[in-house]
């Protein structure tokens, strides 16, 4: 069965800091990969995907997600951020029958 | 992208009864899908709803529990059933307008309720 699992619960960086967001998959066959983030208060939303092509994607606000077969992996990345990227952030991957989401990843950016 | 409300936005219920959430799309969608974030929690496909046909539950959902209508192409509900406090969580409805096999879904605000 396919499972999509995130390394970490909570990160709690200063802004400008680094960030990268552990996400692995376990599907044999193809899968579409998401981000999504929710900041407080607010809806779910899309950040970035991959379906094929460029392993590297690149999403709105700055990040970026780099899809690496070998290892299962789809991490999430932004070389600075900012106290407005503090919100949860969640890995999910399709199969073509259904969406399985990460448990997410707090994110809390402090000034 | 879709632009998707719900109804109510929270609720706090009494265990024993029912409570039905309203998912509103703000263009026609084939597919629209129903799920639960527990506290502390990842979300949780309940069912996947299509116009015209009976919802699609998976492991662990019941029809008895959540029921699912979907009368038309814009709008579906879920109803909580027989609510206990194990219930207490946010449902969200979700829809897929790509309308091809990449399933990028766009999300409800979310209903949060509350069993006491």
């Known amino acids: 069965a396919q499972s999509v699992s995130q390394h970490n619960h909570h990160v709690i960086l200063s802004e400008a800091a680094s960030l990268e967001l552990g996400c692995n998959y376990s599907?044999?066959?193809?899968?579409?990969l998401f981000w999504y983030v929710q900041y407080p208060g607010q809806h779910l939303q899309l950040l970035l995907k991959?379906?094929?092509?460029?392993?590297l994607v690149k999403g709105i606000k700055g990040f970026e997600a780099e899809f690496i077969k070998s290892k299962f992996s789809f991490n999430l990345r932004k070389p600075s951020v900012q106290w407005s990227d503090t919100a949860e952030y969640f890995c999910?991957?399709?199969?073509?029958?259904?969406?399985?989401f990460g448990k997410g990843t707090l994110l809390t950016v402090n000034p | 992208s879709a632009v998707i409300s719900q109804k109510p936005s929270r609720d706090i219920c009494q265990r024993g009864t029912s409570l039905t959430i309203q998912c509103q799309v703000d263009?026609?969608?084939?597919?629209m899908f129903w799920y639960r974030q527990q506290p502390g929690q990842s979300l949780t496909l309940i069912a996947t709803?299509?116009?015209?046909?009976?919802?699609?539950?998976e492991s662990g959902f019941v029809i008895d529990k959540f029921p699912i209508s979907r009368p038309n192409l814009t709008f579906s509900t879920l109803t909580v059933s027989n609510m206990s406090p194990e219930d207490s969580s946010i449902y969200l409805c979700?829809?897929?307008?790509?309308?091809?096999?990449?399933?990028?879904?766009?999300f409800g605000p979310g209903t949060r309720l509350t069993v006491l």
């Open positions: 999910a991957g399709h199969t073509g029958y259904k969406l399985t």
């Open positions: 709803a299509n116009q015209g046909s009976e919802a699609t539950y």
């Open positions: 263009s026609q969608v084939t597919m």
């Open positions: 991959y379906f094929s092509g460029d392993p």
């Open positions: 979700s829809v897929d307008r790509t309308g091809i096999v990449y399933n990028e879904q766009f």
């Open positions: 599907y044999g066959g193809t899968v579409n």
